[in-house]
């Protein structure tokens, strides 16, 4: 199911959770077909930045982010109906 919808298809008074499950990619040769590096540092640099991101456009806010692998400029996202009630990352 498209998560995008969730909210959609939900009663107004149904509060609807999503956990998102995110890691840095094992698979060394699928980085290596694009030209990324495949390095477990680097991939690991990129998810903290991506996570980075995404926290920010989901806050609804005007988002400018210009870093080492991601560059953002003034986009606002948030999806519809979305209240963020705050993060956790779990390091493990």
């Not at 991939?43 to 996570?51: G, H």
């Not at 109906?81 to 705050?86: D, F, K, S």
């Amino acid at each position: 199911m498209n998560i995008a919808i969730l909210g959609e298809l939900a009663e107004p008074s149904l509060v609807v959770r999503v956990v998102l499950g995110v890691g840095p990619g094992g698979v060394p040769a699928e980085f290596d077909a694009y030209g990324e590096d495949s390095s477990a540092r680097v991939r690991a640099e990129r998810l903290d930045e991506a996570l980075t991101v995404l926290s920010a456009l989901w806050s609804g806010s005007p988002v400018h982010h210009r870093r080492q692998h991601y560059r953002v400029n003034g986009v606002t996202r948030a999806p519809p109906g979305a209240a963020a009630t705050g993060t956790s990352l779990d390091r493990r």
